[in-house]
Protein backbone atom coordinates (compact mmCIF):
# COMPACT_ATOMS: atom_id res chain seq x y z
CA UNK A 1 0.00 0.00 0.00
CA UNK A 2 1.49 3.42 -1.06
CA UNK A 3 1.83 6.41 1.19
CA UNK A 4 0.09 8.31 -0.84
CA UNK A 5 -3.16 5.62 -0.82
CA UNK A 6 -2.85 5.42 3.39
CA UNK A 7 -3.10 8.90 3.23
CA UNK A 8 -6.36 9.19 1.33
CA UNK A 9 -8.05 5.84 3.29
CA UNK A 10 -7.19 7.71 6.05
CA UNK A 11 -8.61 11.12 5.48
CA UNK A 12 -12.04 8.98 4.38
CA UNK A 13 -12.16 7.38 7.77
CA UNK A 14 -11.70 10.46 10.26
CA UNK A 15 -14.30 12.32 7.34
CA UNK A 16 -16.58 9.37 7.86
CA UNK A 17 -15.82 9.26 11.44
CA UNK A 18 -16.72 13.04 11.56
CA UNK A 19 -20.16 13.01 9.61
CA UNK A 20 -20.71 10.33 12.27
CA UNK A 21 -20.65 11.77 14.61
CA UNK A 22 -22.15 15.10 13.74
CA UNK A 23 -25.10 12.65 12.85
CA UNK A 24 -25.14 11.29 16.33
CA UNK A 25 -25.49 14.94 17.71
CA UNK A 26 -28.27 16.02 15.07
CA UNK A 27 -29.59 12.55 16.29
CA UNK A 28 -29.84 14.14 20.27
CA UNK A 29 -31.05 17.52 19.02
CA UNK A 30 -34.01 15.76 16.91
CA UNK A 31 -34.86 14.28 20.23
CA UNK A 32 -35.78 17.53 22.29
CA UNK A 33 -38.99 19.53 21.91
CA UNK A 34 -41.40 17.76 19.55
CA UNK A 35 -39.23 15.29 19.02
CA UNK A 36 -39.81 13.75 22.87
CA UNK A 37 -43.54 13.22 21.76
CA UNK A 38 -42.40 11.49 18.34
CA UNK A 39 -39.49 9.52 19.53
CA UNK A 40 -41.45 8.53 22.41
CA UNK A 41 -44.58 7.12 20.37
CA UNK A 42 -42.06 5.30 17.99
CA UNK A 43 -40.54 3.63 20.86
CA UNK A 44 -43.75 2.48 21.93
CA UNK A 45 -44.82 1.57 18.77
CA UNK A 46 -42.06 -0.93 18.74
CA UNK A 47 -42.18 -2.13 21.88
CA UNK A 48 -45.85 -2.96 21.69
CA UNK A 49 -45.07 -4.56 17.98
CA UNK A 50 -42.34 -6.11 19.69
CA UNK A 51 -45.09 -8.28 22.51
CA UNK A 52 -48.14 -8.85 20.10
CA UNK A 53 -46.63 -12.12 19.07
CA UNK A 54 -46.62 -13.34 22.86
CA UNK A 55 -50.01 -11.52 23.74
CA UNK A 56 -51.08 -14.64 25.74
CA UNK A 57 -48.08 -15.40 27.50
CA UNK A 58 -48.02 -11.43 28.42
CA UNK A 59 -51.35 -11.90 29.64
CA UNK A 60 -50.61 -14.39 31.80
CA UNK A 61 -47.61 -12.70 33.22
CA UNK A 62 -50.33 -9.67 34.17
CA UNK A 63 -52.53 -11.79 35.72
CA UNK A 64 -49.21 -14.25 37.89
CA UNK A 65 -48.09 -10.33 39.22
CA UNK A 66 -52.14 -9.41 40.03
CA UNK A 67 -52.44 -12.55 42.15
CA UNK A 68 -49.01 -12.13 43.54
CA UNK A 69 -49.97 -8.49 44.43
CA UNK A 70 -52.85 -9.71 46.16
CA UNK A 71 -51.13 -11.92 48.32
CA UNK A 72 -49.07 -9.20 49.22
CA UNK A 73 -51.20 -6.59 50.02
CA UNK A 74 -53.53 -9.09 52.54
CA UNK A 75 -50.87 -9.82 55.23
CA UNK A 76 -51.14 -6.99 57.20
CA UNK A 77 -55.14 -7.21 57.09
CA UNK A 78 -54.27 -10.51 58.99
CA UNK A 79 -51.92 -9.20 61.70
CA UNK A 80 -54.68 -6.34 62.08
CA UNK A 81 -57.38 -9.17 62.60
CA UNK A 82 -54.91 -10.69 65.10
CA UNK A 83 -54.15 -7.97 67.56
CA UNK A 84 -58.19 -6.50 67.32
CA UNK A 85 -59.44 -9.75 67.56
CA UNK A 86 -57.75 -12.95 67.85
CA UNK A 87 -55.58 -11.59 71.37
CA UNK A 88 -58.83 -10.94 73.08
CA UNK A 89 -60.49 -13.94 71.82
CA UNK A 90 -57.32 -16.02 72.95
CA UNK A 91 -57.21 -14.49 76.58
CA UNK A 92 -61.33 -15.25 76.64
CA UNK A 93 -59.69 -19.05 76.37
CA UNK A 94 -61.04 -18.78 72.55
CA UNK A 95 -57.82 -19.54 70.41
CA UNK A 96 -60.01 -20.17 67.15
CA UNK A 97 -59.34 -16.83 65.87
CA UNK A 98 -55.90 -16.53 65.96
CA UNK A 99 -55.01 -19.82 65.10
CA UNK A 100 -57.26 -19.09 61.98
CA UNK A 101 -55.36 -16.06 60.87
CA UNK A 102 -51.98 -17.90 61.54
CA UNK A 103 -52.39 -20.87 58.91
CA UNK A 104 -54.47 -17.84 56.60
CA UNK A 105 -51.10 -15.85 57.40
CA UNK A 106 -49.03 -18.74 56.67
CA UNK A 107 -51.14 -20.09 53.26
CA UNK A 108 -51.08 -16.46 51.94
CA UNK A 109 -47.26 -16.30 52.11
CA UNK A 110 -46.86 -19.76 50.32
CA UNK A 111 -49.19 -18.57 47.60
CA UNK A 112 -47.09 -15.25 47.63
CA UNK A 113 -43.77 -17.67 46.85
CA UNK A 114 -45.52 -19.20 44.34
CA UNK A 115 -46.77 -16.81 42.46
CA UNK A 116 -43.67 -14.65 42.73
CA UNK A 117 -41.87 -18.12 41.31
CA UNK A 118 -44.30 -18.73 38.35
CA UNK A 119 -44.50 -15.01 37.59
CA UNK A 120 -40.29 -13.87 37.36
CA UNK A 121 -40.08 -17.34 35.05
CA UNK A 122 -43.00 -16.00 32.57
CA UNK A 123 -41.40 -12.67 32.76
CA UNK A 124 -38.01 -13.32 32.20
CA UNK A 125 -39.00 -16.34 29.44
CA UNK A 126 -41.16 -13.13 27.70
CA UNK A 127 -38.62 -10.96 27.77
CA UNK A 128 -35.67 -12.74 26.21
CA UNK A 129 -38.39 -13.47 23.69
CA UNK A 130 -38.73 -9.99 22.67
CA UNK A 131 -34.74 -9.23 23.02
CA UNK A 132 -34.12 -12.23 20.50
CA UNK A 133 -37.02 -11.21 18.03
CA UNK A 134 -35.21 -7.64 18.39
CA UNK A 135 -31.76 -8.90 17.60
CA UNK A 136 -33.03 -10.37 14.93
CA UNK A 137 -35.15 -8.04 13.36
CA UNK A 138 -32.22 -5.41 13.83
CA UNK A 139 -29.52 -7.13 12.35
CA UNK A 140 -31.69 -8.48 9.39
CA UNK A 141 -33.35 -4.92 9.30
CA UNK A 142 -29.44 -3.79 8.85
CA UNK A 143 -28.02 -6.26 6.36
CA UNK A 144 -31.31 -4.85 4.06
CA UNK A 145 -30.46 -1.06 4.47
CA UNK A 146 -28.75 0.24 1.45
CA UNK A 147 -25.39 0.50 0.75
CA UNK A 148 -25.69 4.68 0.72
CA UNK A 149 -27.01 3.71 4.78
CA UNK A 150 -23.80 1.99 5.57
CA UNK A 151 -21.40 4.45 3.99
CA UNK A 152 -23.04 7.46 5.98
CA UNK A 153 -24.05 5.65 9.04
CA UNK A 154 -20.49 3.79 9.87
CA UNK A 155 -20.54 0.17 11.74
CA UNK A 156 -19.42 2.08 15.59
CA UNK A 157 -22.96 3.42 15.11
CA UNK A 158 -24.44 -0.05 14.14
CA UNK A 159 -22.68 -2.11 16.71
CA UNK A 160 -24.03 0.26 19.62
CA UNK A 161 -27.46 -0.06 18.19
CA UNK A 162 -27.16 -3.87 18.19
CA UNK A 163 -25.01 -4.37 21.83
CA UNK A 164 -25.33 -1.67 23.65
CA UNK A 165 -28.30 -0.33 23.24
CA UNK A 166 -29.98 -3.74 23.41
CA UNK A 167 -28.06 -4.45 26.57
CA UNK A 168 -29.64 -1.27 28.12
CA UNK A 169 -33.24 -2.54 26.88
CA UNK A 170 -32.36 -5.81 28.24
CA UNK A 171 -31.67 -4.56 31.60
CA UNK A 172 -35.26 -3.17 31.78
CA UNK A 173 -37.32 -6.05 30.19
CA UNK A 174 -35.28 -8.79 32.79
CA UNK A 175 -35.93 -6.78 36.18
CA UNK A 176 -36.60 -3.10 36.00
CA UNK A 177 -40.34 -3.32 33.88
CA UNK A 178 -41.35 -6.21 35.96
CA UNK A 179 -40.30 -4.38 39.25
CA UNK A 180 -42.33 -1.10 37.84
CA UNK A 181 -45.01 -3.16 37.13
CA UNK A 182 -45.32 -4.74 40.11
CA UNK A 183 -45.02 -1.19 42.39
CA UNK A 184 -47.37 0.12 40.01
CA UNK A 185 -50.25 -2.20 40.89
CA UNK A 186 -49.13 -2.18 44.74
CA UNK A 187 -49.62 1.56 44.92
CA UNK A 188 -53.16 1.23 43.23
CA UNK A 189 -53.88 -1.21 45.78
CA UNK A 190 -52.64 -0.21 48.84
CA UNK A 191 -54.09 3.26 48.31
CA UNK A 192 -57.29 2.09 47.91
CA UNK A 193 -57.17 -0.29 51.09
CA UNK A 194 -55.33 3.31 53.19
CA UNK A 195 -59.18 4.56 52.21
CA UNK A 196 -60.90 1.99 53.23
CA UNK A 197 -58.95 1.84 56.51
CA UNK A 198 -59.11 5.19 57.34
CA UNK A 199 -60.12 8.38 55.27
CA UNK A 200 -58.62 11.06 57.87
CA UNK A 201 -55.04 9.14 57.60
CA UNK A 202 -55.53 8.60 53.90
CA UNK A 203 -55.76 11.99 53.04
CA UNK A 204 -52.60 12.97 55.00
CA UNK A 205 -50.81 10.21 52.42
CA UNK A 206 -52.63 11.04 49.34
CA UNK A 207 -51.54 15.44 50.60
CA UNK A 208 -48.18 14.19 50.80
CA UNK A 209 -48.46 12.48 47.54
CA UNK A 210 -48.71 15.63 45.45
CA UNK A 211 -45.46 16.98 46.18
CA UNK A 212 -43.88 13.31 45.50
CA UNK A 213 -46.11 13.35 42.08
CA UNK A 214 -44.16 17.03 41.23
CA UNK A 215 -40.48 15.50 42.00
CA UNK A 216 -40.71 12.61 39.84
CA UNK A 217 -42.44 15.08 36.51
CA UNK A 218 -39.06 16.89 37.34
CA UNK A 219 -37.14 13.76 37.55
CA UNK A 220 -38.38 12.26 34.68
CA UNK A 221 -37.62 15.52 32.29
CA UNK A 222 -33.95 15.81 33.73
CA UNK A 223 -33.41 12.10 33.36
CA UNK A 224 -34.29 11.45 30.31
CA UNK A 225 -32.36 14.17 28.45
CA UNK A 226 -29.58 12.85 30.69
CA UNK A 227 -29.66 9.17 29.18
CA UNK A 228 -30.25 10.41 25.60
CA UNK A 229 -26.49 11.78 26.03
CA UNK A 230 -25.05 8.98 27.35
CA UNK A 231 -26.28 7.14 24.60
CA UNK A 232 -25.15 9.44 22.06
CA UNK A 233 -21.84 9.62 24.47
CA UNK A 234 -21.60 5.68 24.27
CA UNK A 235 -22.00 5.46 20.76
CA UNK A 236 -19.43 7.77 20.00
CA UNK A 237 -16.78 5.66 22.42
CA UNK A 238 -17.82 2.52 20.55
CA UNK A 239 -17.23 4.27 16.85
CA UNK A 240 -13.42 5.23 18.34
CA UNK A 241 -12.71 1.72 19.19
CA UNK A 242 -14.36 0.02 16.07
CA UNK A 243 -12.39 2.10 14.24
CA UNK A 244 -9.10 1.94 16.04
CA UNK A 245 -9.21 -1.69 15.77
CA UNK A 246 -10.75 -2.11 12.07
CA UNK A 247 -7.89 -0.02 11.28
CA UNK A 248 -4.83 -1.58 13.17
CA UNK A 249 -1.93 -1.46 10.82
CA UNK A 250 -2.52 2.14 9.60
CA UNK A 251 -2.89 3.02 13.04
CA UNK A 252 0.88 1.29 14.16
CA UNK A 253 2.49 2.05 10.88
CA UNK A 254 1.00 6.05 11.12
CA UNK A 255 1.72 5.91 14.74
CA UNK A 256 -1.42 6.99 16.00
CA UNK A 257 -1.73 4.79 19.20
CA UNK A 258 -1.10 8.38 21.38
CA UNK A 259 -3.64 10.34 19.29
CA UNK A 260 -6.19 7.34 19.27
CA UNK A 261 -5.78 7.39 23.04
CA UNK A 262 -6.27 11.15 23.18
CA UNK A 263 -9.31 10.82 21.37
CA UNK A 264 -10.89 8.17 23.24
CA UNK A 265 -10.02 9.80 26.29
CA UNK A 266 -12.10 12.61 25.61
CA UNK A 267 -14.98 10.77 24.52
CA UNK A 268 -14.93 9.05 27.19
CA UNK A 269 -14.80 11.09 29.63
CA UNK A 270 -17.48 12.74 28.12
CA UNK A 271 -19.91 9.52 28.65
CA UNK A 272 -18.37 9.22 32.17
CA UNK A 273 -19.55 12.88 32.65
CA UNK A 274 -23.38 12.43 31.60
CA UNK A 275 -23.72 8.92 33.36
CA UNK A 276 -22.48 10.70 36.22
CA UNK A 277 -24.96 13.45 35.94
CA UNK A 278 -27.74 11.16 35.00
CA UNK A 279 -27.04 8.95 38.10
CA UNK A 280 -26.70 11.72 40.40
CA UNK A 281 -30.36 12.71 39.45
CA UNK A 282 -31.12 9.56 40.79
CA UNK A 283 -29.57 10.28 43.52
CA UNK A 284 -31.54 13.53 44.00
CA UNK A 285 -34.78 11.66 42.86
CA UNK A 286 -34.50 8.91 46.00
CA UNK A 287 -33.23 11.46 48.23
CA UNK A 288 -35.91 13.76 47.92
CA UNK A 289 -39.14 10.90 47.60
CA UNK A 290 -37.34 9.20 50.60
CA UNK A 291 -37.65 12.59 52.49
CA UNK A 292 -41.37 13.24 51.94
CA UNK A 293 -42.15 9.26 52.41
CA UNK A 294 -40.65 9.62 56.10
CA UNK A 295 -42.12 12.92 56.33
CA UNK A 296 -45.33 11.72 55.38
CA UNK A 297 -45.27 8.35 57.52
CA UNK A 298 -44.11 9.95 61.15
CA UNK A 299 -47.17 12.47 60.73
CA UNK A 300 -49.56 9.72 60.29
CA UNK A 301 -47.86 8.13 63.62
CA UNK A 302 -48.29 11.44 65.12
CA UNK A 303 -52.41 11.73 63.50
CA UNK A 304 -52.87 7.79 64.40
CA UNK A 305 -51.70 7.55 67.95
CA UNK A 306 -53.62 10.44 68.57
CA UNK A 307 -57.05 8.99 66.94
CA UNK A 308 -55.66 5.85 69.08
CA UNK A 309 -56.04 7.38 72.48
CA UNK A 310 -59.05 8.71 71.47
CA UNK A 311 -60.69 5.67 71.08
CA UNK A 312 -61.46 6.14 67.28
CA UNK A 313 -58.99 3.78 65.73
CA UNK A 314 -58.30 0.37 67.03
CA UNK A 315 -54.18 -0.16 67.58
CA UNK A 316 -54.76 -3.20 65.16
CA UNK A 317 -55.67 -1.14 62.09
CA UNK A 318 -52.81 2.21 63.03
CA UNK A 319 -50.61 -1.50 62.59
CA UNK A 320 -51.65 -2.60 59.47
CA UNK A 321 -51.36 1.10 58.23
CA UNK A 322 -47.99 1.51 58.99
CA UNK A 323 -47.08 -1.92 57.46
CA UNK A 324 -49.12 -0.54 54.70
CA UNK A 325 -47.06 2.97 54.23
CA UNK A 326 -44.05 1.00 54.32
CA UNK A 327 -45.61 -0.99 51.37
CA UNK A 328 -46.81 1.74 49.80
CA UNK A 329 -43.50 3.71 50.02
CA UNK A 330 -41.02 0.94 49.40
CA UNK A 331 -42.39 0.45 45.53
CA UNK A 332 -42.02 3.94 45.25
CA UNK A 333 -38.55 3.57 45.89
CA UNK A 334 -38.30 0.78 43.54
CA UNK A 335 -39.80 2.70 40.67
CA UNK A 336 -37.12 5.58 41.46
CA UNK A 337 -34.41 2.52 40.94
CA UNK A 338 -36.12 1.53 37.83
CA UNK A 339 -36.35 5.08 36.74
CA UNK A 340 -32.77 4.78 36.25
CA UNK A 341 -33.41 1.77 33.86
CA UNK A 342 -35.99 2.88 32.25
CA UNK A 343 -34.48 6.41 31.04
CA UNK A 344 -31.34 4.47 29.78
CA UNK A 345 -33.49 1.87 28.35
CA UNK A 346 -35.96 4.33 27.03
CA UNK A 347 -33.46 6.59 25.00
CA UNK A 348 -31.85 3.23 23.87
CA UNK A 349 -35.09 2.32 22.27
CA UNK A 350 -35.55 5.95 20.44
CA UNK A 351 -32.01 5.23 18.46
CA UNK A 352 -33.04 1.54 17.75
CA UNK A 353 -36.39 2.23 16.34
CA UNK A 354 -34.63 5.27 14.09
CA UNK A 355 -32.54 2.49 12.50
CA UNK A 356 -35.65 0.20 11.89
CA UNK A 357 -37.68 3.21 10.60
CA UNK A 358 -35.20 3.66 7.81
CA UNK A 359 -36.05 2.24 4.67
CA UNK A 360 -33.35 0.85 2.18
CA UNK A 361 -32.25 3.55 -0.86
CA UNK A 362 -32.82 0.90 -3.17
CA UNK A 363 -36.51 -0.23 -2.83
CA UNK A 364 -37.73 -4.21 -3.83
CA UNK A 365 -39.82 -3.89 -7.33
CA UNK A 366 -43.47 -4.40 -6.45
CA UNK A 367 -44.53 -6.64 -9.51
CA UNK A 368 -41.23 -8.10 -9.84
CA UNK A 369 -40.20 -9.71 -13.22
CA UNK A 370 -38.41 -12.78 -13.80
CA UNK A 371 -35.19 -13.67 -15.47
CA UNK A 372 -33.99 -17.18 -15.42
CA UNK A 373 -31.22 -17.30 -17.99
CA UNK A 374 -29.67 -13.85 -18.55
CA UNK A 375 -27.02 -13.45 -21.55
CA UNK A 376 -25.52 -10.55 -19.99
CA UNK A 377 -25.97 -7.81 -22.25
CA UNK A 378 -26.03 -4.10 -20.56
CA UNK A 379 -27.85 -1.31 -21.67
CA UNK A 380 -27.45 2.31 -20.00
CA UNK A 381 -30.08 4.56 -21.62
CA UNK A 382 -29.96 8.57 -20.90
CA UNK A 383 -28.56 7.43 -17.61
CA UNK A 384 -27.84 10.31 -14.87
CA UNK A 385 -26.91 10.28 -10.96
CA UNK A 386 -26.08 12.83 -8.35
CA UNK A 387 -26.08 13.16 -4.51
CA UNK A 388 -28.13 16.29 -2.89
CA UNK A 389 -28.41 18.27 -6.30
CA UNK A 390 -25.08 17.58 -6.92
CA UNK A 391 -24.22 16.24 -10.72
CA UNK A 392 -21.69 13.01 -10.51
CA UNK A 393 -22.44 11.45 -13.78
CA UNK A 394 -24.49 13.73 -16.36
CA UNK A 395 -26.75 11.96 -18.85
CA UNK A 396 -25.10 9.32 -20.59
CA UNK A 397 -25.46 6.25 -23.01
CA UNK A 398 -23.97 2.80 -22.94
CA UNK A 399 -24.27 -0.38 -24.49
CA UNK A 400 -22.38 -3.44 -24.08
CA UNK A 401 -23.28 -6.49 -25.76
CA UNK A 402 -22.92 -9.58 -24.11
CA UNK A 403 -19.52 -11.05 -23.61
CA UNK A 404 -17.98 -7.94 -23.71
CA UNK A 405 -14.94 -7.38 -21.23
CA UNK A 406 -15.28 -3.55 -20.88
CA UNK A 407 -12.15 -1.68 -19.00
CA UNK A 408 -13.37 1.96 -17.51
CA UNK A 409 -10.19 4.28 -16.65
CA UNK A 410 -10.12 7.47 -15.82
CA UNK A 411 -8.73 9.72 -13.26
CA UNK A 412 -10.03 9.53 -9.15
CA UNK A 413 -13.16 11.12 -9.27
CA UNK A 414 -14.13 10.53 -12.73
CA UNK A 415 -16.94 8.36 -11.75
CA UNK A 416 -15.56 4.80 -12.84
CA UNK A 417 -16.99 3.52 -8.99
CA UNK A 418 -20.11 5.24 -9.30
CA UNK A 419 -21.17 3.62 -12.30
CA UNK A 420 -20.18 0.51 -11.29
CA UNK A 421 -22.09 0.94 -8.18
CA UNK A 422 -25.36 1.75 -10.50
CA UNK A 423 -24.51 -1.07 -12.51
CA UNK A 424 -24.79 -3.31 -9.68
CA UNK A 425 -27.62 -1.75 -7.93
CA UNK A 426 -25.42 -0.84 -4.92
CA UNK A 427 -27.61 2.49 -6.24
CA UNK A 428 -30.27 3.24 -7.99
CA UNK A 429 -29.63 6.28 -11.05
CA UNK A 430 -31.60 10.01 -10.38
CA UNK A 431 -32.61 9.81 -14.54
CA UNK A 432 -32.84 6.89 -17.36
CA UNK A 433 -32.72 3.17 -16.87
CA UNK A 434 -30.12 0.63 -16.49
CA UNK A 435 -31.25 -2.50 -18.34
CA UNK A 436 -29.70 -6.25 -18.41
CA UNK A 437 -31.40 -8.30 -21.55
CA UNK A 438 -33.94 -5.74 -22.12
CA UNK A 439 -35.33 -6.17 -17.98
CA UNK A 440 -34.89 -2.44 -16.09
CA UNK A 441 -32.82 -3.60 -12.93
CA UNK A 442 -35.53 -2.13 -11.05
CA UNK A 443 -37.77 -4.82 -11.84
CA UNK A 444 -35.84 -7.58 -10.60
CA UNK A 445 -36.00 -9.11 -6.86
CA UNK A 446 -32.42 -8.62 -5.08
CA UNK A 447 -31.61 -12.03 -4.99
CA UNK A 448 -32.02 -12.71 -8.43
CA UNK A 449 -30.03 -9.62 -9.66
CA UNK A 450 -27.32 -10.71 -7.67
CA UNK A 451 -27.28 -14.26 -8.98
CA UNK A 452 -26.88 -12.64 -12.98
CA UNK A 453 -24.54 -9.76 -11.31
CA UNK A 454 -21.94 -9.80 -9.31
CA UNK A 455 -19.27 -7.78 -8.15
CA UNK A 456 -15.30 -8.11 -6.86
CA UNK A 457 -13.89 -5.45 -4.35
CA UNK A 458 -10.66 -4.25 -3.90
CA UNK A 459 -10.41 -5.88 -0.55
CA UNK A 460 -11.50 -9.25 -1.58
CA UNK A 461 -13.27 -9.75 1.69
CA UNK A 462 -13.41 -13.07 3.41
CA UNK A 463 -15.41 -14.13 6.36
CA UNK A 464 -14.25 -16.48 9.81
CA UNK A 465 -14.51 -19.78 8.63
CA UNK A 466 -12.98 -22.36 5.97
CA UNK A 467 -11.62 -21.75 2.47
CA UNK A 468 -14.12 -23.75 1.22
CA UNK A 469 -17.02 -22.00 3.32
CA UNK A 470 -15.54 -18.85 1.74
CA UNK A 471 -15.59 -20.23 -1.68
CA UNK A 472 -19.29 -22.05 -0.90
CA UNK A 473 -20.90 -18.21 -0.11
CA UNK A 474 -21.12 -18.10 -4.59
CA UNK A 475 -23.64 -21.07 -4.31
CA UNK A 476 -24.37 -22.30 -0.79
CA UNK A 477 -25.75 -25.24 -2.20
CA UNK A 478 -22.66 -26.65 -3.97
CA UNK A 479 -20.85 -29.99 -3.31
CA UNK A 480 -17.71 -30.72 -2.44
CA UNK A 481 -16.69 -31.51 -5.33
CA UNK A 482 -18.10 -28.10 -6.89
CA UNK A 483 -15.97 -26.37 -4.87
CA UNK A 484 -12.55 -28.24 -5.94
CA UNK A 485 -13.29 -27.62 -9.38
CA UNK A 486 -14.30 -23.79 -9.06
CA UNK A 487 -10.76 -22.98 -7.26
CA UNK A 488 -9.05 -25.44 -9.62
CA UNK A 489 -10.15 -23.39 -12.58
CA UNK A 490 -8.96 -20.04 -11.05
CA UNK A 491 -5.63 -21.33 -10.31
CA UNK A 492 -6.33 -21.98 -6.51
CA UNK A 493 -6.12 -25.75 -5.75
CA UNK A 494 -1.81 -25.82 -6.10
CA UNK A 495 -2.23 -23.60 -3.02
CA UNK A 496 -4.83 -25.52 -1.50
CA UNK A 497 -2.63 -28.29 -1.87
CA UNK A 498 -0.26 -27.48 0.11
CA UNK A 499 -2.56 -26.77 3.09
CA UNK A 500 -2.46 -29.08 6.27
CA UNK A 501 -6.28 -29.35 6.24
CA UNK A 502 -6.85 -28.78 2.24
CA UNK A 503 -10.03 -26.79 1.84
CA UNK A 504 -10.68 -27.41 5.95
CA UNK A 505 -8.25 -24.97 6.73
CA UNK A 506 -9.31 -21.69 8.62
CA UNK A 507 -8.53 -18.49 7.15
CA UNK A 508 -9.00 -16.93 10.13
CA UNK A 509 -10.23 -13.13 10.54
CA UNK A 510 -10.77 -11.47 7.37
CA UNK A 511 -8.82 -14.00 5.61
CA UNK A 512 -5.92 -13.04 7.59
CA UNK A 513 -3.87 -16.62 6.82
CA UNK A 514 -3.91 -15.70 3.59
CA UNK A 515 -1.78 -13.18 1.07
CA UNK A 516 -3.71 -10.77 -0.37
CA UNK A 517 -3.53 -12.70 -3.99
CA UNK A 518 -4.83 -16.09 -2.77
CA UNK A 519 -7.57 -13.77 -1.00
CA UNK A 520 -8.27 -12.44 -4.29
CA UNK A 521 -8.11 -15.97 -5.75
CA UNK A 522 -10.91 -17.18 -3.49
CA UNK A 523 -12.89 -14.18 -4.25
CA UNK A 524 -12.55 -15.43 -8.26
CA UNK A 525 -13.50 -19.17 -7.09
CA UNK A 526 -16.27 -17.59 -5.27
CA UNK A 527 -17.29 -16.32 -8.37
CA UNK A 528 -17.09 -18.96 -10.50
CA UNK A 529 -19.36 -21.12 -8.45
CA UNK A 530 -22.07 -18.47 -8.90
CA UNK A 531 -21.58 -18.61 -12.98
CA UNK A 532 -23.00 -15.37 -13.17
CA UNK A 533 -23.82 -13.18 -16.70
CA UNK A 534 -22.07 -9.77 -15.86
CA UNK A 535 -19.21 -9.40 -13.36
CA UNK A 536 -18.06 -5.89 -12.21
CA UNK A 537 -14.45 -5.40 -10.64
CA UNK A 538 -13.56 -2.66 -8.81
CA UNK A 539 -9.47 -2.78 -9.53
CA UNK A 540 -8.72 -6.62 -8.30
CA UNK A 541 -4.97 -5.85 -8.71
CA UNK A 542 -4.38 -2.87 -7.48
CA UNK A 543 -2.54 -4.00 -4.23
CA UNK A 544 -0.96 -7.08 -5.58
CA UNK A 545 3.25 -6.93 -6.36
CA UNK A 546 4.03 -8.54 -9.68
CA UNK A 547 3.83 -12.12 -8.92
CA UNK A 548 0.89 -11.60 -7.72
CA UNK A 549 -0.82 -9.84 -10.15
CA UNK A 550 0.26 -12.66 -13.01
CA UNK A 551 -1.00 -15.20 -11.17
CA UNK A 552 -4.21 -13.36 -10.50
CA UNK A 553 -4.43 -12.02 -13.68
CA UNK A 554 -4.17 -15.55 -15.50
CA UNK A 555 -6.97 -16.22 -13.22
CA UNK A 556 -9.25 -13.35 -14.50
CA UNK A 557 -8.77 -14.49 -17.97
CA UNK A 558 -10.47 -17.73 -17.10
CA UNK A 559 -13.16 -15.87 -14.64
CA UNK A 560 -13.87 -13.68 -17.56
CA UNK A 561 -14.31 -16.19 -20.72
CA UNK A 562 -17.82 -15.74 -22.38
CA UNK A 563 -19.18 -13.72 -19.56
CA UNK A 564 -19.72 -9.58 -19.56
CA UNK A 565 -17.50 -7.53 -17.74
CA UNK A 566 -16.74 -3.95 -16.48
CA UNK A 567 -13.52 -3.81 -14.98
CA UNK A 568 -12.45 -0.36 -12.87
CA UNK A 569 -8.94 -0.76 -13.98
CA UNK A 570 -6.02 1.40 -12.42
CA UNK A 571 -3.20 -0.60 -13.73
CA UNK A 572 -3.05 -0.44 -17.07
CA UNK A 573 -1.83 -3.78 -17.03
CA UNK A 574 -5.39 -5.31 -16.34
CA UNK A 575 -6.62 -3.33 -19.69
CA UNK A 576 -4.85 -5.89 -22.01
CA UNK A 577 -7.80 -8.64 -21.37
CA UNK A 578 -10.30 -5.94 -22.06
CA UNK A 579 -12.47 -5.62 -25.77
CA UNK A 580 -13.10 -2.47 -24.66
CA UNK A 581 -11.64 0.81 -23.31
CA UNK A 582 -14.48 3.41 -22.04
CA UNK A 583 -11.99 6.62 -20.98
CA UNK A 584 -14.07 8.64 -18.05
CA UNK A 585 -13.65 12.48 -16.98
CA UNK A 586 -15.96 14.45 -15.05
CA UNK A 587 -18.31 11.84 -14.88
CA UNK A 588 -18.51 11.99 -19.15
CA UNK A 589 -17.07 9.62 -21.42
CA UNK A 590 -14.79 11.14 -23.58
CA UNK A 591 -12.69 7.95 -25.32
CA UNK A 592 -14.46 4.48 -26.18
CA UNK A 593 -12.74 2.01 -28.22
CA UNK A 594 -11.04 -1.28 -28.69
CA UNK A 595 -7.30 -1.33 -26.45
CA UNK A 596 -4.95 -1.22 -29.58
CA UNK A 597 -7.32 1.41 -31.32
CA UNK A 598 -6.82 3.87 -28.63
CA UNK A 599 -3.29 3.32 -28.21
CA UNK A 600 -2.73 4.58 -31.74
CA UNK A 601 -4.74 7.36 -31.39
CA UNK A 602 -3.84 10.82 -29.74
CA UNK A 603 -6.17 11.06 -27.11
CA UNK A 604 -5.93 10.43 -23.72
CA UNK A 605 -5.80 6.87 -22.80
CA UNK A 606 -2.86 6.94 -25.65
CA UNK A 607 -1.30 9.18 -23.25
CA UNK A 608 -2.10 7.54 -20.02
CA UNK A 609 -0.49 4.11 -21.77
CA UNK A 610 2.72 6.00 -22.62
CA UNK A 611 3.12 7.02 -19.21
CA UNK A 612 2.72 3.76 -17.82
CA UNK A 613 4.90 2.00 -20.42
CA UNK A 614 7.52 4.38 -19.61
CA UNK A 615 7.50 3.78 -15.85
CA UNK A 616 8.25 0.01 -16.30
CA UNK A 617 11.55 0.88 -18.18
Same mark, same amino acid.
Given at each position: MSTATSDTEAAEQHSDQAAD?????????????????????????????LVRPYRKQAVLTFVLILLDNATKVSMPLFIAYALDHGISAGRQGNWTPLLATVIGFVVVTLLSGLTTFAFLRASGSLSQRVLFDLRVRSFQHTQRLSVSFHEKYTSGKV??????????????????????????ISVVTIAALLIWLD?????????????????????????????????????????????????????????????????????????????????????????????????????????????????NLAIG????????????????????????????????????????EEEPAVAEPERPVTLEHASGAVRMDRVAFGYNDTSVLPEFDLTIPAGQVVALVGATGAGKS?????????????????????????????????????????? $????? #??? *????? &????? /? !? =?????? $????? #??? *????? &????? /? !? =??????????? #?????????RVFLADPAV??????????????????QRALETLLRDRTAVII???????????RVLVLDGGRIVEDGAPAELIAGQGRFAGLHAAWRDSLV
Open positions: WRGIAKEDDAVTGTGNLVLAGRSRRLLLDVTRLTSDIEALQELLEGALNQALSAVPLLASIVLLGFVPLVLVTRWAQRRQRAGYRRTRGAISRVVVQFVESMSGMRAVQAFRREARNDEVLGLEDAKYQKATTAAVRGVGDYVGLSNFIGKLTTVTVLLVGAWQVMEGVLAAYLLYLDQFYGPLDELAQVFNSYQSAAAALEKISGVLTMAKLLTRFYDPTGGVITLDGVDLRDLVDAELRRHIVMITQE $AYLFS #GTI *ADNIR &LGRPE /A !T =DAEVAA $AAGAV #GLD *AFVAQ &LPDGY /A !T =DVRTRGGRLSA #GQRQLVAFAIVLDEATSSLDIPGERLVAHRLSTVAIAD
